[in-house]
């Protein structure tokens, strides 16, 4: 099968792979959208260390099944899908607990780091366990399938932040898991939503989809860091009310500082947001009806042969790029 794989730090090359072989809970899905995530942008030139190269990325997918391993049930060949990007075991304590984002055995698509290896979806086609697998909703485009990954972790990050309806929160940095929650929040009936950025475009886009604010100025109840670093941190730490709740969803350093004093003195609620645990037929649901929109974000399409040129595109921060969808 053709693959786009990492070979070195921001270098691609166009490889032929073996067909993986189909386990008996598995089954074999041909690709027919994934798309670029910034997860795999920043992790390219190797800073993150989760993308050692060689490694076939890609974790925003759908297609249809085109093999079924011999113990799946409730699947079939040519079924529309789209899959979870964390393959979890199912056995662990946190998996039997609900929390398969938290598996002790946890793998991601499309990484590869110190502790494994897993080959994802910029390929015509990707072996997945059936346990990770979501059906589209009737006539739903593959396009629009490929963003369940995404807004899956946009709900999870405001299942997280405990925001109700009538409650104010601040979205800091509305790229693209910035805003969807934006619109997530939207949809929970947050009473003024302010979204933070330093890229007006952004903030005019945010306000299409629901912002009310651009600006900071009374705390609000419940703010959402969807960067990374310390300043952005220390904005969202600040900028909620006593006893308020941050979430932090960005990760792009591995380190950052936080303005303790003022989260111990003001009885601020601290919490990690990591990948999503459940949220995909919601996602899928919300995408279908409009509740959520995906059209505005979507910047451009591609195939596997020249998708190592869009990746360029967006790690130089092409202004007005967002998300670009391949097509293997």
Excluded at 34 to 46: L, P, T
Excluded at 109 to 127: H, I, K, M, P
Excluded at 205 to 231: N, Q
Excluded at 307 to 316: N, S, V
């Amino acid at each position: 099968m053709r693959a786009l794989q990492l070979v070195a730090p921001s270098e691609f090359r166009l490889v032929d792979l073996p067909v993986s072989e189909v386990a008996d809970d598995e089954v074999l899905v041909r690709v027919r959208a994934c798309g670029i995530c910034g997860s795999d942008v920043h992790g390219m030139d190797g800073r993150t260390g989760r993308r050692i190269p060689p490694i076939v990325m890609g974790h925003e997918a759908a297609g249809t099944i085109e093999t079924v391993g011999a113990g799946v049930r409730d699947w079939g060949v040519g079924d529309r899908v789209t899959f979870d990007s964390t393959v979890y075991c199912g056995a662990c304590p946190f998996c039997r607990g609900g929390r398969i984002n938290l598996c002790d055995n946890r793998r991601v698509l499309g990484v590869s780091c110190d502790d494994y290896r897993q080959n994802g979806a910029f390929a015509e086609t990707v072996a997945v366990p059936a346990r990770i697998l979501y059906r589209l909703p009737e006539g739903m485009p593959f396009d629009k399938a490929a963003f369940a990954e995404p807004v899956s972790i946009a709900l999870h990050a405001v299942n997280r932040s405990g925001v109700q309806a009538g409650q104010s929160a601040a979205v800091i940095g509305v790229g693209m898991i910035g805003l969807l929650i934006v619109q997530a929040l939207r949809e929970r009936g947050a009473s003024r939503i302010v979204a933070i950025d330093l890229d007006p475009e952004k903030l005019e886009l945010a306000r299409r989809l629901g912002a009310t604010d651009t600006s900071l100025g009374e705390p609000v109840d419940v703010a959402l860091e969807v960067v990374g670093i310390t300043p952005t941190i220390r904005t969202a730490v600040e900028n909620v009310r006593k006893g308020g709740r941050v979430v932090l969803v960005g990760n792009v350093s591995p380190q950052a500082e936080i303005p303790l004093q003022v989260v111990v003195s003001r009885e601020l609620d601290l919490f990690g947001s990591a990948a999503s645990c459940g949220e995909y037929p919601e996602a899928l649901a919300m995408i279908a009806d409009g509740r959520i929109q995906v059209d505005p974000l979507l910047s451009g399409e591609t195939d596997l042969d020249h998708a190592a040129d869009w990746f360029a595109r967006l790690h130089a921060g092409e202004k007005g790029l967002m998300k670009v969808m391949v097509h293997p």
